[in-house]
């Protein structure tokens, strides 16, 4: 699909802490599987202080997929940036294979605390913009000497070399100006917690910046059967609510604010644009529910604005996966049509 159409689509890895630790890898292997059969780019893999391992989980990954590239969540206070290279080159020495970065500047905010650290918001962007650009440097070839506020590093060369084919897509979240500019500045894909495709910047309206969403999708040739299938998956619950609200008082992260000040419909009841599963702390983005159609034409609007790469959120079966992929076909269709149109 990617070489194709210029759209790198990533899935997302269930989590360890969701699954029995006996079912993991063979859920892994599973999703990715259905990730690389469906034509995805990649499979992003979270990172924090109650999961497994993200370089772990990649292997496994890897091993189970031809092409699939994993886009490995990297938190800057777990490692050094020299690590993080260095892991990429072994990967792609021993494997032949590429692997993407999804840079880190949060987090859940009890896991910051829990390891010391009470760096600011915007700070944690400018710390993460550093370490991002020695990792960068030693992917391109060294020797690298940097001097930083959060790192220094002096004469630091790379072993083993990393092919420039190799080389990972960067992405790291865009939804704050301080997001922003750090992926301006490590030239990153800015990926937004999108709101309806029709109030969402894009590409012109960050000066050409690469941009991508974050989106979950229940699609199916009827709306209603996906509006059942979605409430079914996702149950409005008190204690969801809940869990939400508290979660708001301990977070930092600008696009968890700016989704929670939107209604669960906000733009109206004929559009696909749904936000159920995050105010119910079910998940982390907005979801995309209706007719293969009508879904199509929105992840159509969010490509006519530029937004190039889409993470999608955890899909639970190979048939869900088929669903995701006729509505994402529909929509290129449909850009392509406007094309020929012009």
Avoid at 110 to 129: F, M, W
Avoid at 156 to 171: F, G, M, N, V
Avoid at 205 to 223: K, T, Y
Avoid at 318 to 339: G, K, N, P, Y
Wanted: a negative charge; proline letters at 6%; aromatic letters at 8%.
């Amino acid at each position: 699909m990617s070489q194709e159409t210029n759209l790198h689509l990533y899935s997302t890895c269930p989590q360890s802490k969701d699954i029995a630790a006996a079912d993991y890898v063979r859920t892994v292997a599973d999703h990715s599987r259905w990730s690389e059969e469906a034509g995805c780019t990649g499979m992003l893999i979270y990172t924090d202080n109650g999961l497994v391992d993200p370089w772990q989980v990649a292997q496994t990954a890897i091993a189970a997929t031809e092409r699939l590239a994993p886009l490995v969540a990297v938190q800057p206070i777990y490692m050094h940036p020299y690590w993080v290279a260095k892991q990429i080159a072994s990967i792609a020495a021993l494997h032949g294979r590429r692997v993407a970065l999804n840079m880190l500047a949060g987090g859940f905010k009890n896991d910051l605390i829990a390891l010391g650290d009470d760096t600011p918001h915007d700070d944690r962007y400018r710390r993460t913009t550093e370490y991002t650009t020695i990792v960068r440097s030693l992917l391109e070839g060294g020797p690298v000497t940097f001097e930083g506020r959060y790192y220094r590093v002096s004469n630091l060369s790379l072993a083993p070399s990393l092919p420039r084919e190799l080389r990972p897509e960067i992405l790291i979240s865009g939804s704050s100006d301080a997001g922003i500019q750090a992926a301006r500045d490590i030239g990153a894909v800015a990926i937004r917690y999108p709101k309806p495709a029709e109030q969402e910047v894009g590409a012109e309206d960050l000066s050409g910046l690469s941009c991508g969403v974050r989106v979950g999708i229940v699609a199916r040739e009827d709306a209603a059967e996906a509006w059942r299938v979605a409430a079914e998956r996702f149950p409005a619950t008190r204690q969801g609510a809940i869990r939400h609200a508290l979660a708001m008082k301990v977070s930092d992260s600008a696009w968890h604010r700016q989704l929670s000040d939107l209604d669960e419909r906000p733009a109206g009841p004929d559009s696909p644009y749904w936000l159920g599963p995050f105010q119910n702390y079910k998940t982390f983005c907005p979801y995309l529910v209706g007719s293969h159609e009508e879904v199509a034409a929105e992840l159509a609007r969010y490509l006519r604005k530029g937004h190039r790469t889409v993470i999608l959120d955890i899909v639970p079966d190979a048939a869900e996966f088929a669903h995701i992929r006729t509505a994402f076909d529909r929509a290129l269709e449909m850009v392509s049509h406007d094309r020929l149109a012009a």
